[in-house]
């Protein structure tokens, strides 16, 4: 499977994805920590995946977004952005009204 094949492939199969540098456990960059507190706050489950495992991957991902920076956020297949879009749709609420609209699980605190 070619590298452009495993990326739609993981946008497709899981309901959130953030392609990120680090884990979710362990971010290695501030962007992607933000990232990761922001979808765990809201309780929403999601893949995490480590681009910093394959230049492969940090390449292929921005060639599939055409989004230059990484983290990058899909949900339910569509791109939604990197960090400074998705934290500014949190702060309005934005992203907890995306995550309702698509049929994604948070928990009620964070989406009231």
Known sequence: MGIEQFIDNEV???????????????????????????LDHLGAPYKGINVLESDD????????????????????G????????????FQAGELQGLLKDKGVPTRDRATA
């Open 12 to 38: 497709k199969s899981n309901d959130i994805v953030l392609f990120m540098k680090g884990t979710p456990q362990f971010p290695q960059c501030g962007f992607s920590g933000q990232l990761v507190q922001i």
């Open 57 to 76: 991957l940090r390449q292929g991902i921005k060639t599939y977004s055409q989004w230059p920076t990484i983290p990058q956020l899909y949900v339910k």
């Open 78 to 89: 569509e791109f939604v952005g990197g960090c400074d879009i998705v934290r500014e749709m």
